[in-house]
């Protein structure tokens, strides 16, 4: 199932995801630093949902509160 999530706090605009089960696919995000966020989005490809919010929770950009990572993290938290 295809997921889109509008991140806030953060450069990019929208996140994009599929979920097979609970396998991370096909992590998309516009805007942003993009080669740090296709970066991500190799990383987390073929992972489980799960580890993906584990791991990424939490991670802040600079002094904001937030990162796009910790975004994909709430999205994923927020999939059912």
């Not at 992972?47 to 950009?61: F, H, N």
């Amino acid at each position: 199932m295809t997921y889109e999530f509008t991140p806030s706090g953060v450069c990019s605009q929208k996140i994009t995801f599929e979920l097979d089960g609970d396998i991370v696919k096909n992590v998309k995000f516009t805007g942003g630093c993009n080669g740090n966020l296709k970066g991500i989005g190799a990383l987390v490809e073929g992972m489980k949902k799960d580890e993906v919010i584990e791991r990424l929770s939490g991670i802040r950009c600079g002094f904001k509160r937030t990162s796009c990572p910790d975004q994909l993290a709430k999205a994923l938290s927020e999939s059912e």
